[in-house]
């Protein structure tokens, strides 16, 4: 089976290539590397595009062939700021959270964003502006837009495509002799259409060598049709974060049923993440389980699998011998191997009871005196029975009844459009109302909303759960953390964000401008710190200046900040 999966590698390979050995590339960086995230790693709606290299503020980052600067990124949150690098043969290179652009990158990026007047920007350059040879220095590691701490996340794709490919096949040298590990295993039992009618967990246990059994090797089913997810990490040697797998492997008896092994995937399929994990197990109790088998919505081309997409049937009175098999990059293995049984005489498992049945692969609508939900083909990864609830509340600052749309752990691939009816909302208040998300102990969050001829208020939202429409009418805040009259001498000054209502969907962030005696400055927005800062570089001359800061919400609440200041 080994030689399989070599055989089928070497074939993607040389279709994504033209017929092209795989080139030589350089590594990103100098010296050991140690990774934090590994290619097609679990994340929260997405796989992970790249690998993340671990190491200190500053440390010089190096194109990795010949090319040219195709693209610069700078944004709130995402890469943060980012590289692309295109390289002959189709492949473009991809450098994220960088500190800083090597000098003369920085100072075109400063540049461009004075001329455009945003912090954001998202320049695409043509071959001559900034050529590359390998090696060159073209920036430095930072930790720059949503990160936990300091490293580079690096990508490789391919450039007609866009599609991500495994930094790992492509001679990146990562030291690893370290098996994967396998934590839990989880049985489906399932009804003869492929529903799921309930979800178990059981321990399991190390034998050592790799492999792995439950404490009691046979796990005893009621229904003849299951299927499985395992939860499994990978670690590489110097470091202990839990991070994906490369390759997995299920077998029934001695028969192939599912597999996959994390070589590419198309960056536009991403979301299909939340079909390929158990979604359910990741909201509710962060746990990871990987799926053994394919949900029908699940369009991810990377499986291998029969003609059940790994869904299990017991033969009468017999037992299944399940083996699975865990590999890394440098095939490093670990096992698994149990038994399953139906058990005798067992009550058959029980649909839970819904409102509404919404085919996966079909356009879905629900249509109420108070609610309109329309669902486009492909929203679902699978059939849905759908529960629906109609909540009376008497909140004060509720303007609408509450809708309990079904579970917040049943995943959504594409947005639907969700109308609802209010209640009485004063007129004044109306260009300030928002569909409101309100989990069960949680914050509300907007996902923004306008007014239908109808008089209902639609929003695109992918999401199940609590909606019901509020108002916000308070502008946000704008506190000094680092500011004065007199700053002669600093390096910079900044500001702390806040919203009373935190955004979700296609609604808005906060949106800033900032001025200096009447003209734009460029401040830069820590997301995921919520801070706003500007870093003095000599466009404001010493003397007497006026600064003011314009803070807007999604609702068009807006706050200023103005005082003046020596320079």
């Given at each position: 089976?080994?030689?399989l999966?070599?055989?089928?590698s070497?074939?993607?390979?040389?279709?994504?290539s033209?017929?092209?050995?795989?080139?030589?590339?350089s590594p990103?960086?100098?010296?050991?590397?140690e990774?934090?995230?590994?290619?097609?790693?679990?994340?929260?709606?997405?796989?992970?595009?790249?690998?993340?290299?671990?190491?200190?503020?500053g440390?010089?980052?190096?194109a990795?062939a010949?090319?040219?600067?195709k693209r610069?990124v700078?944004?709130?949150?995402?890469y943060?700021?980012?590289?692309?690098?295109?390289?002959?043969?189709?492949?473009?290179?991809?450098?994220?959270?960088?500190?800083?652009?090597?000098?003369?990158?920085m100072d075109?990026?400063r540049?461009q964003?004075?001329?455009?007047?945003s912090f954001?920007?998202?320049?695409?350059?043509?071959?001559?502006?900034f050529p590359?040879r390998?090696?060159d220095l073209?920036g430095?590691?930072?930790q720059?837009g949503?990160v936990?701490?300091?490293?580079?996340?690096?990508?490789?794709?391919?450039t007609?495509?866009?599609?991500?490919?495994?930094?790992?096949?492509?001679?990146?040298p990562?030291?690893?002799?370290r098996r994967?590990?396998?934590?839990?295993?989880?049985?489906y039992?399932?009804?003869?259409?492929?529903?799921?009618?309930?979800g178990?967990?059981?321990?399991?246990?190390?034998r050592?060598?790799g492999s792995?059994?439950?404490?009691?090797?046979?796990v005893?089913?009621?229904?003849p049709y299951?299927?499985?997810?395992?939860?499994a990490?990978?670690?590489?040697?110097?470091?202990?974060?839990f991070?994906?797998?490369?390759?997995?492997?299920?077998?029934q008896?001695d028969?192939?049923?599912?597999?996959?092994?994390?070589?590419?995937f198309d960056?536009?399929?991403?979301?299909?993440l939340?079909?390929?994990?158990d979604?359910?197990e990741?909201?509710?109790?962060?746990?990871?389980?990987?799926?053994?088998y394919?949900?029908?919505?699940?369009?991810?081309?990377?499986?291998?699998?029969?003609?059940a997409?790994?869904?299990?049937?017991l033969a009468?009175n017999?037992a299944?011998?399940?083996r699975?098999a865990?590999?890394?990059?440098?095939?490093?293995?670990?096992s698994l191997?149990?038994?399953?049984?139906?058990?005798?005489?067992?009550?058959?498992?029980?649909?839970?009871v819904?409102?509404?049945?919404?085919p996966?692969?079909?356009?879905?609508l629900?249509d109420?005196?108070?609610?309109?939900?329309?669902?486009?083909?492909?929203?679902?990864y699978?059939d849905?029975?759908?529960?629906?609830?109609?909540v009376?509340?008497?909140?004060?600052?509720?303007?609408?009844?509450?809708?309990?749309i079904?579970r917040?752990?049943?995943?959504?691939?594409r947005y639907?459009?969700?109308?609802?009816?209010?209640n009485?909302?004063?007129e004044?208040?109306?260009?300030k109302?928002?569909?409101?998300?309100?989990?069960d102990g949680d914050?509300?969050i907007?996902?923004g909303?306008?007014?239908?001829?109808?008089?209902?208020?639609?929003a695109?939202?992918?999401?199940?759960?609590?909606?019901?429409?509020m108002?916000?009418?308070t502008?946000?805040t704008?506190t000094?953390?680092r500011?004065?009259?007199?700053?002669?001498?600093?390096?910079?000054f900044?500001?702390?964000l806040?919203?009373?209502?935190?955004?979700?969907?296609?609604a808005?962030?906060?949106?800033?401008?900032?001025?200096?005696?009447?003209?734009?400055?460029?401040?830069?927005?820590?997301?995921?710190k919520?801070?706003?800062?500007?870093?003095?570089?000599?466009?404001i001359?010493?003397g007497?200046?006026?600064?003011?800061l314009?803070?807007?919400?999604?609702?068009?609440?807006?706050?200023?900040?103005?005082?003046?200041?020596?320079?």
């Amino acid at each position: 089976m080994r030689s399989l999966w070599f055989i089928f590698s070497i074939i993607f390979f040389i279709a994504q290539s033209g017929s092209q050995p795989t080139p030589d590339f350089s590594p990103p960086v100098q010296g050991v590397i140690e990774l934090t995230g590994t290619f097609c790693e679990l994340r929260a709606d997405h796989f992970h595009a790249g690998i993340d290299i671990r190491g200190p503020v500053g440390r010089p980052i190096y194109a990795i062939a010949d090319g040219f600067i195709k693209r610069i990124v700078v944004s709130v949150s995402g890469y943060g700021q980012g590289l692309y690098l295109e390289h002959p043969g189709g492949y473009t290179s991809v450098y994220g959270h960088l500190d800083r652009f090597r000098d003369d990158v920085m100072d075109y990026t400063r540049t461009q964003q004075y001329t455009q007047e945003s912090f954001q920007l998202d320049e695409e350059l043509s071959p001559d502006i900034f050529p590359v040879r390998k090696g060159d220095l073209i920036g430095y590691m930072g930790q720059r837009g949503f990160v936990s701490g300091p490293h580079l996340h690096f990508e490789i794709r391919e450039t007609h495509s866009g599609r991500n490919l495994n930094p790992l096949n492509f001679g990146i040298p990562v030291a690893d002799d370290r098996r994967p590990f396998i934590s839990s295993l989880r049985v489906y039992e399932l009804d003869e259409r492929g529903t799921v009618l309930r979800g178990r967990d059981f321990a399991v246990r190390s034998r050592g060598g790799g492999s792995y059994s439950l404490a009691n090797d046979t796990v005893r089913v009621q229904s003849p049709y299951y299927a499985l997810g395992i939860k499994a990490y990978d670690q590489q040697n110097g470091r202990d974060n839990f991070n994906g797998i490369y390759r997995l492997q299920m077998w029934q008896q001695d028969s192939l049923r599912f597999a996959y092994q994390m070589d590419h995937f198309d960056v536009a399929q991403t979301r299909y993440l939340n079909a390929h994990l158990d979604y359910g197990e990741q909201r509710v109790r962060n746990s990871w389980f990987q799926r053994a088998y394919r949900m029908p919505g699940n369009a991810l081309d990377f499986y291998q699998s029969d003609t059940a997409n790994g869904r299990l049937q017991l033969a009468h009175n017999q037992a299944d011998f399940i083996r699975f098999a865990i590999s890394d990059h440098q095939d490093n293995d670990a096992s698994l191997q149990l038994a399953v049984k139906q058990q005798t005489n067992a009550p058959p498992l029980q649909n839970r009871v819904y409102n509404y049945y919404l085919p996966y692969d079909e356009e879905n609508l629900i249509d109420n005196a108070s609610l309109r939900a329309h669902f486009p083909p492909g929203a679902l990864y699978e059939d849905l029975y759908l529960d629906y609830d109609l909540v009376m509340e008497q909140t004060q600052g509720l303007y609408a009844p509450v809708h309990r749309i079904h579970r917040s752990s049943t995943p959504l691939h594409r947005y639907y459009d969700l109308h609802l009816r209010p209640n009485h909302i004063p007129e004044n208040l109306r260009p300030k109302a928002l569909i409101a998300y309100c989990e069960d102990g949680d914050a509300p969050i907007s996902f923004g909303g306008e007014w239908t001829p109808e008089g209902r208020l639609r929003a695109p939202v992918r999401a199940f759960g609590n909606f019901t429409i509020m108002v916000d009418s308070t502008p946000p805040t704008i506190t000094p953390e680092r500011f004065g009259s007199d700053m002669r001498g600093w390096d910079r000054f900044s500001f702390r964000l806040a919203d009373d209502f935190p955004t979700a969907g296609k609604a808005n962030g906060l949106q800033f401008r900032a001025e200096v005696d009447g003209r734009w400055i460029l401040m830069e927005f820590d997301g995921l710190k919520s801070r706003l800062y500007h870093v003095f570089d000599g466009r404001i001359p010493p003397g007497s200046h006026t600064f003011r800061l314009i803070v807007k919400d999604d609702r068009g609440n807006t706050s200023v900040f103005e005082q003046p200041f020596v320079r």
